[in-house]
């Protein structure tokens, strides 16, 4: 039996033939803390970012859009970006879980959540593919982009949180921004601090500029909470080109 990557308590699901090749199997958590993960619905979330709508007083909610998109849609700032896809409600647990992660360095916590990383980018691909339907001649693919840090940041912690993640779900990664200067942390920031980011902290990666271009992007974050970080991040990316540009992450603030 293996141990909880968060808890370190046995998983509960005993090994066997059956399960040791399963993906579900993979490092994982354990049952007590899979129960604490609130997945978002995806039938029930706004289209531009996979908030649970539910959740929202009806008048912030127009036409299946949350009052932040809509905000976002009106100032012209959308461009390439087409929306988000996030796979789990922010709560007190996955707060201590991102901390750990993020802060403490147990990287091995990422490995948690490959399953369903999967899971969504083949969603991703299905719906993309969908919407296409008939222009497409086979399954759209994606380039990943994780949201980098600053040097600095990453220096002091040693990874990329959001490169991490990019890697559980097996696509082609390019390192195609840079980011050139640090804000205040934006977990220190409230809603509308983020919301009012008016200059980018991105620049394009010149190197990897030429591999974007029609193609489709994914940029790959562990959270998404107003949307100023990845619409930030299309800007950037811009100039090369690309076909469009998504977003996926772990958790919607």
């Not at 840090?149 to 990664?173: K, M, Y």
Request: charged share 25%; aromatic share 8%; proline share 5%.
């Amino acid at each position: 039996m293996e141990r909880c990557l968060f808890c370190g308590e046995m998983r509960g699901d005993p090994l066997s033939f059956h399960n040791l090749f399963s993906p579900e199997y993979a490092p994982g958590f354990c049952l007590s803390c899979r129960e604490q993960l609130v997945p978002i619905d995806p039938r029930h979330c706004c289209r531009l970012c996979g908030r649970d709508l539910s959740r929202l007083d009806r008048n912030r909610v127009t036409e299946g859009t949350c009052s932040d998109c809509v905000k976002w849609a009106n100032s012209g700032r959308n461009g390439l970006y087409v929306n988000n896809h996030a796979l789990y409600h922010y709560n007190p647990f996955l707060k201590e879980m991102i901390n750990q992660f993020k802060f403490r360095g147990d990287v091995r916590l990422a490995d948690g959540f490959a399953v369903e990383l999967k899971r969504a980018y083949r969603r991703i691909v299905h719906n993309c593919a969908r919407e296409q339907l008939g222009i497409l001649k086979r399954k759209p693919s994606f380039l990943l982009v994780p949201v980098p840090l600053s040097s600095e940041r990453l220096l002091e912690r040693g990874f990329n949180q959001a490169d991490v993640l990019a890697r559980q779900i097996g696509a082609p990664i390019v390192q195609a921004l840079v980011r050139v200067r640090d804000e205040a942390k934006q977990s220190k920031k409230n809603r509308a601090e983020r919301m009012r980011l008016r200059a980018t902290p991105f620049r394009l990666n010149e190197k990897a500029a030429v591999s974007l271009s029609g193609h489709k992007i994914l940029l790959i974050d562990d959270i998404y909470t107003t949307g100023a970080t990845m619409r930030f991040a299309a800007e950037a990316l811009a100039p090369a080109r690309p076909d469009s540009i998504r977003s996926l992450t772990l958790i919607h603030g």
